[in-house]
């Protein structure tokens, strides 16, 4: 079966620096995707690997190993709106999204 | 502004009633799709079309339907509502033929009694 592996909960302090890993079994892999997703709001997108290594955008970056079936997504200067849902999405051998139940992340002041 | 736009915003319904969804994107996106949303489980795919006058099913197409007679609109139907199917349901578009990601609409919050 597909399956995609994230925590249910993190908590992580204002300023602070915070990994959010996702761990993915499915069948084929065309991509991962990075959403954050505001409490009563729609998912939004924010970053995409398909090659091994390090991407990078503003404070928010997302590693991707292909052979471990990893990823994770780095999120730099904690700020208080940071505070929402971090979905993990892998697009299998059909060209579908493979959504994890994604990481709640609180930040503290 | 270009998007998706998703109607009604929120919905209660009574059990055994007919529903349908609505979805309309100017993105000019071929493909598009219905998720469902519930508390501790990841987005759910209902059904998807990768172009006007297909569709398909996807992990949970049972209780729905849907319609894709031109590349806009992507109607989901409910023809006969359980409270299972509470949820909240998101559309989302894409060009499925690159890299690019999935948009999302604002999402239906549906009861069903």
């Known amino acids: 079966g597909q399956n995609i592996d994230q925590p249910t909960e993190m908590t992580a302090t204002e300023g602070a620096i915070v990994q959010i890993n996702c761990t993915y079994q499915?069948?084929?892999?065309?991509?991962l995707f990075w959403y954050q997703q505001h409490a009563g709001e729609a998912p939004t997108f924010l970053s995409y690997?398909?090659l091994d290594g390090l991407e990078e955008k503003g404070r928010f970056s997302s590693f991707l190993s292909r052979s471990k079936g990893y990823s994770y997504l780095l999120l730099k200067e904690l700020q208080m709106k940071d505070s929402a849902s971090y979905l993990c999405?892998?697009?299998?051998?059909?060209?579908?999204?493979?959504w994890g139940a994604g990481t709640k992340l609180i930040i503290k002041p | 502004i270009a998007g998706i736009t998703q109607a009604p915003t929120s919905q209660i319904l009574a059990a055994g009633r007919r529903m349908t969804l609505r979805c309309t994107q100017d993105?000019?996106?071929?493909?598009m799709y219905w998720y469902r949303q519930d508390l501790g489980l990841g987005l759910r795919l209902i059904h998807y079309s990768n172009t006007a006058g297909t569709t398909g099913k996807g992990e949970v197409p049972d209780g729905y339907s849907v319609s894709r007679a031109n590349t806009d609109d992507f109607p989901l139907t409910l023809a006969s509502a359980v409270p299972s199917q509470t949820s909240v349901y998101f559309c989302?578009?894409?060009?499925?033929?690159?890299?690019?990601?999935?948009?999302f609409g604002d999402g239906t919050r549906l009861s069903i009694l």
């Open positions: 499915t069948s084929g892999f065309n991509g």
């Open positions: 993105m000019r996106h071929n493909a």
């Open positions: 690997n398909v």
């Open positions: 999405a892998v697009r299998d051998s059909n060209y579908q999204l493979i």
């Open positions: 989302a578009s894409s060009n499925s033929y690159s890299n690019q990601p999935q948009h």
